[in-house]
């Protein structure tokens, strides 16, 4: 008998800071790959479907499982571990797998904090999993799969990392069949109307201090072709009617090269869709961002971080903010709505420098802007920093939201950096300037389609997920 798999992606915890429910595209590869080597294979998205615990049960319950993997957040984290529970109630026999960036760098102490964790999948999972389903059935042993730490005897063993996979056009696209049709998982429209997500690259060449992304997936860029990415827009589109997509990559146009032939290819086929993009403001030319416009991009998310010089540089971001006023000025030039990323309360961080950050933000004038608090993640050099110099004030990961601190530095303390984020989401959304904004984006939404508009700004409000906590499985 095939290894029977269920996949879930657990529930926010009570009382957090939520962000809207995504396709999770991590958990999409996983089914497809191992939907490809014939495995059965149900997913259950907590998050979509706003599952409790108690439903979450039922659902388990419904169809008996060889393996349940579980993805995780920092901010999920926990209620993974409830999810592994209830999973080892339900069926006491079966292998629970956990996944994902927290997990990857805190796998002993996951197994120590929980006795239902059978195995840590670190980092890429799709080779690592397919091997676990495969191991299952042959019923081979699992305590030296590659890619994880699992349980030996009244310890545990942390086996080598598994190469990362070179060739991404080998990867088959994310199952989204799962979410459509199928009764356990729900359907697309649990998603609500945001765009299609897709991921054309992984990896990063930047070592940004607060990022978990560069240190899961490599700081070798490793891109999908210029046609792969181009077939799949077609296929969700004749599959699924989508004509909006986002590309979920943290720096979308690393390659500067290849992102204008992603460009060329759009228009080469003739395909009039929306889509909109993450990318640093390095990373960018004038020439780029209007082939971009042309070629369907609406909006870009740029990591502005920072108005202080100061911290910029104590983040590693590697740029100066001439360039981030620069690549403001090219972009609304190009005529796409832009968005600036800003995380505030960051190592080094005084009064003085958030309140620079909040007047850069206010003189490049963005369409929109994420004001978020800076949350150490295990694995990133920001969370040993902070670790430390003893200024972890909160353990609790189901806070870690990026709208709550946990963490006070004896330059800013927690109270005065939740203040004076309240007054940068209050002094930029009720400035002249952003009505004036708004104003254009309405204008706009006439000639691209209103719904593309909303569409866009919804998700650049949820964009925190790449630069903090990389969604995949």
Known sequence: MRTRITLVNPPYPVGSHQ??????????????????????????????????????????????ADIVGITSTTLTYKSALQVAKIAKEAWPNCVVAIG?????????????????????????????????????????????????TCRKGNGFVKNGDRPYLQDLDSLPFPAHHLWHTHEDAGDLSKYGTIPFPIMTSRGCVFWCNFCTAVRMFGRGYRMRSPKNVVDEMEYLHKNFNANQFTFYDDAFTVDQARTAEICDEIERRGLKFKWDCETR?????????????????????????????????AM?????????????????????????????GFPGETKETAWETIRFVKELNPNDVGFYIATPYPGTPMYDEVKANGWLRITDFNRYDTATPVFEIPTLSMQELVEIREQAFQQFYLSPAYFVSARGMFKKGKMWGLGATRLILAHFRRAVRSKFNHIMG
């Open 19 to 64: 962000h809207p429910a995504f396709i999770p595209l991590g958990l999409g590869y996983l089914a497809a790959v191992l939907e490809k080597s014939q495995y059965p294979v149900n997913v259950i998205d907590c998050q979509a479907q706003k599952l409790s615990l108690e439903q979450l049960k039922t659902q388990i319950s419904k169809k008996e």
């Open 100 to 148: 994902g960036s927290h997990v990857t760098f805190w796998d002993d102490k996951a197994l120590q904090e929980s006795p239902d964790l059978d195995v840590i999948v670190r980092g890429e999972g799709e080779a690592t999993m397919l091997e676990l389903a495969e191991r299952i059935e042959k019923g081979k042993a699992l305590n030296d799969l590659v890619g994880t």
């Open 281 to 313: 403001v390095d990373m960018v030319t004038k020439e780029l961002l209007v082939k971009m416009r042309k070629a369907g991009c609406i909006g870009v998310w740029f990591g502005v971080e920072s108005g202080s010089q100061q911290v910029v540089d």
């Open 316 to 344: 590693a971001k590697g740029f100066s903010l001439n360039q981030i006023r620069r690549a403001f000025k090219w972009a609304k030039e190009a005529g796409l709505m832009v968005v600036a990323g800003v995380i505030l």
